[in-house]
């Protein structure tokens, strides 16, 4: 089945997974559904040993999609399910049995940090900036961004993130230990290439 919202490729072992939703590869139901779907065919897929979650464009995932949110608002179950399949997202690419590095090219907001927090490595360009701002919609961070965010760097930091909707430079999130490296743009995804291919070379 041909995706919408993602493109794969595949060498060595390694599968790149770049988010395609222009303009700003924003997460919605479909979009979330698909990614799932993507993740659960590559847990067993033996031409994939480690994984990189990318975006195409200017943007990694700048959050979630608010025109559907505002479209289900006062809405508990439609809601709810938009949250809990956004949890789910997180929760299985964390649980994935082969590593996920976040290659953060862009913005990675609201939902896409919370993504980028669910991944088992991140690497940012040095242009990138990273936050959780949905507080100032009246949201809460729904895809576990407070608790991951929370163990990564100092609970107090990950609360002034919250509370403030700060957003952070990649220089900044590296220092808070948000994520494990900074490169540039033009390095990045050859870096994410590079750092995939050492977590599996000459491992059983």
Excluded: W
């Amino acid at each position: 089945m041909e995706n919408t919202f993602t493109a794969i490729s595949k060498s060595n072992f390694v599968t790149i997974v770049e988010v395609d939703n222009p303009p700003a590869n924003t997460l919605s139901s479909a979009s979330i559904a698909e990614l799932r779907s993507v993740f659960h065919t590559l847990a067993t897929d033996e031409a994939t040993r480690a994984i990189i979650l990318t975006g195409l464009g200017r943007f990694f995932i700048a959050g979630a999609d608010i025109k559907e949110f505002v479209a289900v608002l006062g809405n508990e179950a439609e809601a709810l399910a938009m949250a809990t399949a956004g949890q789910a997202l997180c929760d299985e690419i964390e649980a994935m049995n082969k590593p996920v590095i976040a290659a953060i090219n862009g913005p990675a907001l609201g939902g896409g940090l919370e993504v980028a927090l669910g991944c088992n490595y991140r690497i940012a360009a040095d242009d990138a900036i990273l936050g959780l701002p949905e507080l100032k919609l009246g949201l809460l961070p729904a895809f576990g961004g407070t608790q991951r965010l929370s163990r990564l760097t100092n609970p107090a930091i990950a609360l002034e993130i919250i509370l403030t909707s700060k957003q952070v430079t990649s220089k900044e999130a590296y220092e808070l230990g948000i994520i494990q490296k900074v490169v540039t743009s033009e390095e990045l995804l050859s870096t994410a290439i590079k750092t995939a291919e050492s977590f599996i070379e000459e491992k059983a």
